[in-house]
């Protein structure tokens, strides 16, 4: 699998190298000699096959972010090119049904690599627009189990937590929390990125004990993959630290005005040894209403038929970048978004940070806002 990976990867950069080469040249077309030609071939193959070569020997930190960034510039690159020629084929369509000839001038010319600059330069401020500047969407859903009133249930997944999103975010956050006066925060899973040496050297605990401390239920957790690669312990020790309360595959209970609401949380399935949802679910009063935080939206075809109300999950990041976004809704039951399926309601966040790089295209930043209400105590069926 690790292979077929690899060679997946290897594949897709080269397309991506072929296709970048190919637009550079026509953008550069005015300008170009044979000599030019050579030059931009080699040197955008050069820099592909380098930085993969340096990411797959671990030649430097974060390696992968370099080999992400440069996809992302290959990309844009391509996506700018096709959407200069649809420009250039409904100029011509146009031109050809007003019965005129289409025009090869300096001036058109001119006019379609300035329109590709304007594009590719465009791609890059609002996908950066979007991993940083989040949105509120908001939900309501209604349970058939007892619940006296609204429970304003706020999810914040796949946080990221590290040097490119940190303090600020992690203040925005509370922010956001405090104008939307959410009762509890859930955040699903990959809260850090990685580990805690971003988190501990710029201080960042002191921020999310702050955004902890302006919940009044405060905040409940469950771990991710990226929390768990290696560095679980520091991650679970940090978030504890700072007032978040973790449930590993556990399940508490929590009073909402007089209300009993119980809470289950999962480790996501990179820990094998993870406890199944059905024991979790045997601990718990299933007549109360259940919330389920579990990283992955893999289970959901599973869990609809289980005595969960409401599952908040992440870690598809809606694809973060178009159209990866096709891709995670073709591969899982709900990919993004909000869905409600036998028995309970399904939400998976594309989050509220970024991997890798700080950008989004075909996906935001994100939080979700649940207003969760039940039947009122006492009214009879």
Known sequence: MRYAFFITIFLLLQLFSLGAAVSLQWWLQPWTTSTLQIVIWSTIFIITNGLLILSVKRAFTNSYRWVSGWMLVMHFTLLTALGTSLVYGG???ITSLMGEAVSNSALVDFALRALALVVFLGLFIYALYNAYVPIVRKLSVHIDKPLARTLKIAVASDLHIGRL??????????????????????????????????????????NLTQLSASVPYGIYATLGNHDLYGHEQSISEA???????????????????GTAVWLIGRFDN??????????????????????????????????????????????????QIFPANFIVNAINRVGYGYEAIGNGHFVVSSGYGFWGIPFRLGSRSEIWLISLTGDTVGKKH
């Open 239 to 257: 978030l504890r630290g700072a007032g978040v309360k973790l449930l590993n595959d556990e399940a508490l209970c929590i009073e909402h005005e």
């Open 165 to 206: 999103f940190g303090g600020g975010a992690i203040d925005r956050l509370q922010r956001l929390i405090v104008q939307n006066k959410a009762d509890i925060l859930l955040m699903p899973g990959d809260i850090m990125d990685d580990n805690t040496q971003a988190f501990s050297d710029y201080d960042m605990a002191a």
């Open 270 to 319: 990179h820990k094998h040894q993870r406890v199944a949802t059905t024991e979790l679910l045997a601990q718990v009063d299933t007549k109360q209403p259940i919330i389920l935080l579990d990283h992955r939206p893999s289970d959901i075809t599973e869990h609809s038929q289980l005595s969960i109300d409401l599952q908040v999950s992440g870690h598809t990041h809606n694809g």
């Open 91 to 93: 100029y011509g369509l």
